[in-house]
């Protein structure tokens, strides 16, 4: 039986999640899933966020589907369909805190090199569709084993110079897509519960008043706001993922 306190903790994260990544275009699991473990099994949290996560990206890639590039985003998906089932064999025989530990290391790399470089010569650069596969790939084997995708997508369309409602609609396109994989994949395992199902009930209105509060947040962010929310984001998802795989 769900509590009435599980029950105000788990809105409270999904709101303030939930209006980060309708702000930010990503950080619903960077947020959600680390604080729900408080309060509920992680894989409970994780399942919450796959559903609750799949509400906001759904309506942002929906409202702004006209900025989504198409080209990108289905090389992204391709590589995030392709990488799906290698990151369940991946953590057959890799351990997940070698996993985090390195994927941290990488990320925060990653985001030093995107707030340096971006600001040297900003602009888009000319696409490299077979990295652009790559790094959907990436994502992919990411959701499965560590149930974070969003690293590899936030670095492409950075790199590729993307920015405010472009990057959003975009990422949210491949977003949709990996909730469609990893949804169904949860289900069929049977780690789907009666709990689940109660605290995703339970995070459907909040989720959607942090789409609301997003959308004033997002539109009050100016273009050079936007970006460094993104590449701070970035780099602070790296810090907790080492912190996560020592601590």
């Known amino acids: 039986m769900l509590s009435a306190g599980t029950a105000l903790w788990v809105a409270g994260i999904v709101v303030l999640a939930g209006t980060v990544q309708r702000a930010v275009g990503f950080g619903f699991a960077l947020l959600a899933v680390p604080l729900m473990a408080f309060v509920v099994p992680t894989k409970s949290a994780v399942v919450v966020v796959f559903l609750s996560g799949a509400l906001s990206s759904v309506w942002l890639a929906g409202r ?22 290698l990151g369940v064999v991946i953590l057959r025989v890799v351990s997940a805190t070698a996993l985090r530990a390195a994927l941290g290391v990488l990320i925060c790399a990653a985001a030093a090199w995107i707030i340096v470089s971006s600001r040297l010569a900003p602009g888009r650069s000319a696409p490299r569709p077979a990295r652009t596969v790559i790094l959907g790939l990436l994502s992919g084997v990411l959701n499965t084993a560590l149930a974070t995708s969003g690293p590899p997508l936030v ?12 990057f959003r609609a975009t990422i949210s396109a491949v977003f949709v897509l990996a909730n469609l994989i990893g949804l169904p994949l949860l289900v069929a395992a049977g780690l789907v519960t ?22 004033v947040v997002g539109r009050r962010m100016t273009p050079g706001h936007f970006l460094w929310a993104v590449d701070l984001l970035l780099l602070a998802t790296g810090v907790l993922t080492v912190v996560k795989a020592f601590g």
């Open 64 to 85: 702004l589907h006209r900025r989504i590039e198409w080209p990108t985003a289905g090389r992204l998906g391709v590589g995030a369909v392709l990488g799906a089932p």
């Open 155 to 166: 670095y492409e369309l950075r790199r590729a110079g993307f920015g405010d409602d472009d």
């Open 194 to 215: 009666a709990l689940d199902v109660e605290l995703a009930a339970v995070a459907l209105v909040p989720a959607l008043a942090g789409i609301a509060l997003g959308s």
